[in-house]
């Protein structure tokens, strides 16, 4: 099969020009050969970027997004009726040159295909759906950044990782303290970046029944700390719902908190390590 040459860049929202942040919004994938433009785009509501930039109006982004998608799908018809390459590779040059805007064009990058379609859907996958990074790598990510932390504060022999009775099952958990065969804490980060939102709802229900069963066992209620990284959701629907499940847990009066907070964590860890907590000034007040 004939493969093109095609050339691609990677479309970022970046609202604040102080810190140089950007999210990854979309791609935009060019064949000079035929004239061929194909771009993919966020939905315009992103979980991604409210929650990074959550001191900033959702209708910014929904603006930029909106008025991009108007220009990429007229340069693509431009595109699709030019017949001169060179002139081509100028239009798509100046379409996604730096502007200063809100949306930014990362550095060209070159590839070869045979679909052109297809090969945007993968890359857009890739950089914005992070099709890479499954829910399984995503907690162990986590994991590894809250025992860096408890190293640091040399609890990491402390917090090991077991299987923990449940009542009628077994639980396994990255980070447990037991003394004299009990156990007295343990600490879970959980991700929420399945693939569909039904996979994301189970994920949440399933935790919810495990500390459950964790309770009916030797774990006290206190001594659970489950961590919610709800800025792997990306769904506002499933974000309602998770937030109805951490009120439940507290409920339960199992300890939570709002993200991977390390700094949150290592206070909990040495609560319950039976040593003085860090400093926590600044540090917004774990719920129960």
């Known amino acids: ?170 639980v396994n958990l990255p980070f447990v303290k037991i003394r004299n065969g009990k156990p007295l804490a343990a600490i879970k980060p959980i991700a929420f970046d399945q693939k569909t939102r039904t996979k994301m709802v189970e994920h949440a229900d399933t935790w919810l029944s495990r500390a459950e069963h964790l309770l009916d066992g030797e774990l006290p209620a206190e001594g659970l700390l489950l961590a919610l990284d709800y800025e792997s959701i990306g769904d506002k629907q499933v974000e309602r719902y998770v937030t109805n499940v951490q009120r439940k847990l507290n409920e339960m009066g199992v300890t939570t908190i709002k993200g991977v907070v390390e700094k949150e964590i290592v206070a909990f860890a040495k609560a319950h390590n039976g040593s003085k907590t860090p400093e926590t000034d600044g540090v917004p007040e774990i719920a129960h």
């Not at 315009?44 to 990429?72: I, K, N, W």
């Not at 857009?124 to 995503?138: A, I, P, Q, T």
């Open 1 to 170: 099969m004939k493969k093109f040459a095609c050339q691609y860049k990677i479309i970022r929202f970046a609202p604040f020009v102080e810190t140089e942040e950007f999210a990854n919004i979309g791609v935009a994938v060019y064949c000079p050969a035929n004239g061929l433009l194909e771009y993919r785009l966020a939905q315009p509501r992103f979980g991604r970027v409210t929650s990074f930039f959550h001191d900033m109006d959702p209708a910014v982004y929904r603006a930029a997004r909106e008025s991009l998608d108007r220009e990429l799908g007229r340069t693509k018809e431009l595109l699709s009726q030019l017949s001169d390459v060179e002139l081509g590779k100028q239009v798509f040059n100046e379409l996604t040159r730096e502007k200063g805007g809100l949306v930014r064009f990362s550095s060209f990058r070159a590839i070869l295909t045979p679909k052109v379609s297809l090969k945007a859907d993968q890359l857009f996958d890739h950089y914005v759906g992070r099709s890479f990074n499954n829910k399984e790598y995503r907690e162990v990510t986590l994991e590894r950044r809250v025992r860096e932390q408890l190293k640091q504060f040399n609890l990491d022999k402390a917090y090991k990782k077991a299987k923990l009775g449940g009542g009628l099952i077994e």
